[in-house]
């Protein structure tokens, strides 16, 4: 939704033209922890969502009653040593430790430059040896992080469908990276795939029924909002 502020802000536009009775639930997945997301959205870039999954799926956050979801947080605690993580990847060679404000209980980031298959297989082994229960997540030539255990964007929309007793066949779903997979794959959802999606999530996707939008970042939205249904008609960009 970020990346262009004019498509963004007729995004926000759209949503909010649509009747408060019949306006879907509204949800942010990022990557980014729920926090920053909230320091996001004050300044009114985009609608206020009903929920926000953050920290690469590890975080969820009641955007009705404006509290995070703790109770989901609970299922991690089996094989999850974040400071014996800490200790692993920290001596792993090529490393640098990420920004605090990336991190938090239950997600340690970290920077690792074009770091081949088999290097991550070689953390993955490490911490393995090490008795924890953690995926490494490694989407994008540098951002490298260690999650609890099939922590996935996926899994944190699974478990908030059932919180909120929404079936998945009534979920419609937008991304562009390939942590953005696991929504996709989740059976019933329906899904948009903006133009200029990193390769990894058209190639994880390719055998799932989506709409596979011709524009990029919130125009590639709009356009498949559009076309589920969900808004009339996409806002054109103004004429100069």
């Known amino acids: 939704l970020l990346g262009n502020p004019e498509a963004t802000r007729r995004f926000k536009t759209a949503w909010e033209r649509l009747p408060q009775s019949?306006?879907?639930l509204l949800g942010?997945?990022?990557g980014r922890l729920v926090q920053d997301v909230i320091d996001l959205l004050a300044t009114r870039v985009l609608p206020w969502p009903d929920y926000i999954i953050g920290g690469v799926g590890t975080q969820i956050y009641d955007?009705?009653?404006?509290?995070?979801?703790?109770?989901?947080?609970?299922?991690?605690?089996?094989?999850?040593?974040?400071?014996?993580?800490?200790?692993?990847?920290g001596n792993f060679p090529g490393v640098t430790r990420q920004p605090p404000r990336f991190l938090h209980p239950y997600k340690s980031s970290w920077y690792l430059h074009q770091a081949t298959?088999?290097?991550?297989a070689a953390l993955e082994k490490q911490l393995a040896e090490a008795g924890l229960k953690v995926?490494?997540?490694?989407?994008?030539?540098?951002?490298?992080?260690?999650?609890?255990?099939d922590t996935t964007k996926g899994g944190a929309l699974e478990w908030l469908c059932r919180h909120a007793g929404l079936q998945l066949e009534n979920v419609l779903v937008a991304g562009d990276?390939?942590?953005?997979?696991?929504?996709?794959l989740l059976p019933g959802v329906q899904g948009i795939v903006v133009e200029n999606a990193q390769p990894e999530l058209i190639e994880a996707v390719v055998k799932v029924p989506t709409f596979n939008a011709t524009r990029v970042m919130a125009e590639?939205?709009?356009?498949?909002?559009q076309h589920f249904g969900v808004i009339p008609v996409a806002p054109q960009p103004a004429v100069q």
Not at 220 to 225: A, K, Q, R
Request: glycine letters at 10%.
């Open 22 to 24: 019949a306006r879907p």
């Open 28 to 30: 942010y997945a990022s």
């Open 63 to 89: 955007g009705q009653r404006k509290r995070p979801l703790n109770e989901f947080n609970q299922q991690f605690r089996d094989g999850w040593n974040l400071a014996k993580i800490e200790l692993v990847v």
């Open 117 to 120: 298959p088999e290097t991550i």
């Open 135 to 149: 995926c490494v997540v490694y989407p994008s030539g540098r951002d490298l992080d260690v999650l609890p255990a």
């Open 177 to 184: 990276t390939g942590n953005d997979a696991s929504m996709f």
């Open 220 to 225: 590639g939205v709009l356009e498949g909002l």
